[in-house]
C-alpha cells in the first residue's frame, strides 16, 4: 500500500506515534510518504520505503500568520497525485483533518479519489478541538473523514461527548516499540546519576500546565524525605522556568537534573525505578507506556485514558489530579523494597506488552483495507 502520513514533526506524543507507525509500515512492506514542515526527530535513519515531503511555504510581509494549511493542501494534493498514494493518514485533527478534507475535494475536481483516515490523539479534542473558536471545523472534519481512530477509549468517549459526530470511531491504542524501548544494562550511566546507588525517578513531557510537574516535584520532594532518591526531569517547555526556581526554594537543585530535551529517551528509562505523571489531561499517555515497555512502575494521576495503561496496584497506581500526598504514598510503597519494586516492574512490563507494536500495527493495517473497501466517493 502507499500511504501519506501526516502529522505534527514534533516531540509531542502524536508526532511520535505518527513517526513509529509509518516506520513499522515500511518494514512490512508499504510505502510511507511523511508529509510535514520539518522532519520528526524519530526519522532518523534512511529507509527505502520511507520518503518525505516537507512543506514550505512563501513568507511575505501582508502574512502576519504565514499560511500553512493551503501549504500543506497543495502538498497533499502534489504528493496524492504524483506517487499514487492509496489512502492519506492524518494525526492530530487541527488542522490535519480538515486540511486533507479539501485536498481531498480538488483531487475529487481533477477525477481521483484518495480516502482520508484521521487519528485523534488527545488535545485535539480535549482541550483545542472543543475550544469554540475550533469546535464546528472539527466536528466538520472529523465527519467527513473516511476512517477515525482514537488512542484509547477514553478519547472515543470524549469525542462523542463534545461533539455531534455521526460515524463510528475506533479504539486503536497507541504502542511501543520493544526493539527500541526495554531494560537494558546501562549500569556506568547509572552510577553516574546516582553514585550511592539512589533510587531515579523520571518525569518526561513537553512542560505545559497541563502536565502538573510542579506535582512531580512534590511528590519527588516527600520520597526524598524518606529514601536516597535522585529525579530526572526530561524534556522543555514553559514550565521550566517556574520549575527550576520551584527547586531552587525548596533547595533541591542537586538532587534534581533539568535535562532537556532527549532523543535517546530509552537509555534515561532503562536506569529508571519510577516513572511519574500527574498530568490534568491524558488522552493515553505515551510516554508511561514507553516507561512500563523498559519495567518502570508508574505513579499517575487518574485523568481521561490513564486508567486503561497504567493498572492501579499492579503497573504503578492511579491518583486524583493533584492529590500529591497520595502519589508520593504510592511512589514510597513502591520504592521501599526491592522485591516489591521487582513485582511492579514485572507488572509493568507485562501490561506493556499488550501495546507491543507487533500487536498494534496489523490493527492499523487491517483498518487501512477495510476503509478502502468500504470507502465510497463522497461528492458534498
Ligand atoms: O500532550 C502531549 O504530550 C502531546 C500530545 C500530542 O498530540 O502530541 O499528546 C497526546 O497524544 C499522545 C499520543 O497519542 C498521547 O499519548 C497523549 O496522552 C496526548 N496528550 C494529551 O491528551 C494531553
Do not use: W
Not at 504514598?329 to 507487533?358: C, G, M, P, V
Request: hydrophobic share 40%; with cysteine.
Amino acid at each position: 500500500m502507499r500511504i501519506g502520513i501526516v502529522c505534527y514533526p514534533t516531540y509531542g506524543g502524536s508526532g511520535v506515534m505518527a513517526t513509529e507507525l509509518g516506520l513499522g509500515l515500511a518494514r512490512n512492506g508499504h510505502q510511507v510518504h511523511f508529509i510535514t514542515y520539518r522532519r520528526p526527530p524519530r526519522l532518523l535513519a534512511f529507509h527505502e520505503n520511507v520518503y518525505f515531503h516537507e512543506v514550505s511555504g512563501e513568507d511575505y510581509p501582508l502574512f502576519e500568520y504565514p499560511p500553512y494549511d493551503t501549504a500543506l493542501a497543495s502538498k497533499m494534493v502534489d504528493v496524492v497525485k504524483f506517487e499514487n498514494l492509496d489512502l492519506l493518514h492524518v494525526h492530530y485533527a487541527i488542522p490535519h483533518a480538515t486540511v486533507a478534507y479539501i485536498a481531498k475535494k480538488i483531487l475529487l475536481s481533477q477525477g481521483r479519489y484518495v480516502p482520508v483516515i484521521t487519528t485523534l490523539h488527545g488535545t485535539d479534542i480535549t482541550l483545542v478541538g472543543s475550544n469554540k473558536a475550533f469546535a464546528p471545523v472539527v466536528e466538520f472534519s472529523i465527519n467527513k473523514s473516511d476512517g477515525v481512530t482514537a488512542v484509547s477509549e477514553s478519547l472515543r468517549k470524549d469525542t462523542v461527548d463534545y461533539f455531534r459526530i455521526q460515524r463510528d470511531i475506533r479504539v486503536i491504542y497507541n504502542f511501543v516499540d520493544f526493539s527500541r524501548f526495554s531494560k537494558s544494562n546501562k549500569d556506568h550511566f547509572k552510577k553516574a546519576i546516582a553514585p550511592n546507588g539512589e533510587r531515579i525517578i523520571v518525569h518526561t513531557s513537553n512542560f505545559r500546565k497541563l502536565k502538573r510537574v510542579e506535582d512531580v516535584i512534590e511528590v519527588f520532594r516527600r520520597v526524598h524525605e524518606r529514601i536516597p532518591s535522585k529525579l530526572l526531569l526530561v524534556g522543555d517547555g514553559p514550565e521550566r522556568y517556574n520549575l527550576e526556581e520551584l527547586c531552587r526554594r525548596m533547595d533541591l537543585c542537586h538532587e534534581v537534573r533539568f535535562l532537556g530535551k532527549q532523543d535517546a529517551i530509552e537509555e534515561l528509562l532503562a536506569i529508571a525505578d519510577l516513572f511519574v505523571m500527574p498530568s490534568e489531561s491524558e488522552s493515553f499517555g505515551l510516554a508511561a507506556l514507553e516507561a512500563m515497555a523498559c519495567e518502570v512502575p508508574v505513579i499517575s494521576s487518574n485523568a481521561g485514558g490513564l486508567p486503561e495503561v497504567n493498572i492501579h496496584g499492579r503497573t504503578g497506581f492511579l491518583s486524583e489530579v493533584g492529590n500529591v500526598e497520595d502519589m508520593a504514598r504510592n511512589a514510597l510503597a513502591i520504592l521501599s523494597h526491592d522485591d516489591t519494586l521487582a513485582k511492579f516492574r514485572a507488572e509493568a512490563l507485562a501490561q506493556a506488552k499488550r501495546f507491543d507494536l507487533k500487536v498494534i500495527l496489523p490493527q492499523y493495517e487491517a483498518y487501512y483495507e477495510e476503509v478502502l473497501a468500504s470507502s465510497t466517493v463522497q461528492i458534498d
